[in-house]
């Protein structure tokens, strides 16, 4: 079920998409290891400078790029400017959904409700895709398991993962989906839940490693609302982001929708080296105005 995008104006807080640019500084040997660090850095650089370009739902990841009214009419940019967009945007992209490839397609800019916005619209046999990418490359290195049941005990009731969002927040939280992948790369999974306590309107994601410990809450959401069922109905864990590497540094990206007042916000967390970025320790979200 989508949010009917064509009557919202979009207010979307996006947290930094995290290039690596982490140089390797051990000592040159031998000519052919100055040769292989060499075309490492022309890799690298290549990298930097023509970085992938990810679309999430048809909205573009770079903000400042989201930001700009390149379809306005009455506001709009000057026409080398929009020239300039469709001709970045304006392309094939490699599209994804819940860790598979779907296929590549051609994306086309376009104007959404009254020309409040853009997004990037695909054919409509692929509209399915949650993210698109203009690049080749593995935005899957590990594999997510994801399940519904039959969790690991901490995530069960009396868990420890669940005992520290319990007291936390002080609900009876339970878990509904469990997504579990090394985001990082250093041989242990992390887990990303989807935990609910209906009576007292609560659902959160949260980030837990693999000590069991909550490393951050992704969302939390707590307040009385006519929609809750509604709204933890769309913000499952599968049909409302990706686990997926948008930027080709083989750090898998965290990329959520999360409910807001009439509308959505896009977040993309990142969890590298022990330490979480791109987002509070807690990310409250709301619909109240
Ligand atoms: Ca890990
Ligand atoms: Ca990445």
Sequence with gaps: ?????????????????????CGDSSETTTDDTAVEQTKQSADDSQKESNPPIAIYRGLALDIDDRN??????DEGVDESTREKFHEKYNREYYLYSDGTFLGKAQGKM???GYYAYWQITFPDTYNNEEVAISHDYDPYPRENTYTNADFPKEFNIGGTVLAQVDKQFSVNAQTKELSSVDLDGDGKNEYLALLLDKGSNFFAKCLVGSDFKVIAFITAFKEESDYFDNLISHYTLQDSGEIIDVNNDGIMEILVELPHYELFTIKLFTYKNGTFSGGDFITMTSIQP
């Design 1 to 21: 079920m989508k949010l009917s995008k064509a009557y919202l104006a979009i207010i979307i807080l996006l947290c930094g998409i995290w290039l690596c640019g």
């Design 68 to 73: 700009v009214d390149v379809e306005g009419v």
């Design 110 to 112: 376009e104007a959404i």
